[in-house]
T-cell receptor, first 114, second 115 residues
Framework: DAGVIQSPRHEVTEMGQEVTLRCKPISGHNSLFWYRQTMMRGLELLIYFNNNVPIDDSGMPEDRFSAKMPNASFSTLKIQPSEPRDSAVYFC????????????FGPGTRLTVT | DQQVKQNSPSLSVQEGRISILNCDYTNSMFDYFLWYKKYPAEGPTFLISISSIKDKNEDGRFTVFLNKSAKHLSLHIVPSQPGDSAVYFCAASAVSGAGSYQLTFGKGTKLSVIP
């Protein structure tokens, strides 16, 4: 079985550009989570979806960040415009809510904004 | 305010000895606790978990202990092996209003097992 798939694995962009990160959750999972990892703050939950509906986006840093889940097999996290302080590793995770607390993580996207 | 704290950013242990990783939490609503292991350039992977109704859970070389009164949990690895060298994250969960299990993570402890 394929795990959580994220693309791209690495992204280098200039300040002010739009960045789109993509995630394909594990088939059958109905919860999807976006996290950001930095040295200073560790792993922070940005937003999570349940059955494709955003449930809690209180972790989204500001209006420059947006996330969508148009169907059960795809989600995007967009940053527009990007800033150097957005440089981090972004993880997507999925789970089957109601059955398990365990979340399965993708390999992450390392974003560098210059 | 950090609800899940791992106060030791790093730990070095000799191969074959016991590794003890600690985690403290502040939110009494947490009802399930997990440990994740992360290698460089990979996502975290689930290692072991414990429900708040238990005080110990064992899986092979890995044992997690929970002390609810102290709001403290620990992960014991015995015997430690070089392949255990990784960053270990403690996570805690409380069911959200929507029925999803949201995890709150500590900042991680980097374990180095020296051959």
């Amino acid at each position: 079985d394929a795990g959580v798939i994220q693309s791209p694995r690495h992204e280098v962009t200039e300040m002010g550009q739009e960045v789109t990160l993509r995630c394909k959750p594990i088939s059958g999972h109905n919860s999807l989570f976006w996290y950001r990892q930095t040295m200073m703050r560790g792993l922070e939950l940005l937003i999570y979806f349940n059955n494709n509906v955003p449930i809690d986006d209180s972790g989204m840093p500001e209006d420059r960040f947006s996330a969508k889940m148009p169907n059960a097999s795809f989600s995007t996290l967009k940053i527009q415009p990007s800033e150097p302080r957005d440089s981090a590793v972004y993880f997507c995770a999925s789970s089957f809510s109601g059955a398990s607390y365990e979340q399965y993580f993708g390999p992450g996207t390392r974003l560098t904004v210059t | 305010d950090q609800q899940v704290k791992q106060n030791s950013p790093s730990l070095s242990v000799q191969e074959g000895r016991i590794s003890i990783l600690n985690c403290d939490y502040t939110n009494s609503m947490f009802d399930y606790f997990l440990w994740y292991k992360k290698y460089p350039a990979e996502g975290p992977t689930f290692l072991i978990s414990i429900s708040s109704i238990k005080d110990k859970n064992e899986d092979g070389r890995f044992t997690v202990f929970l002390n609810k009164s102290a709001k403290h949990l620990s992960l014991h690895i015995v015997p430690s092996q070089p392949g255990d060298s990784a960053v270990y994250f403690c996570a805690a969960s409380a069911v959200s209003g929507a029925g999803s299990y949201q995890l709150t993570f500590g900042k991680g402890t980097k374990l180095s097992v020296i051959p």
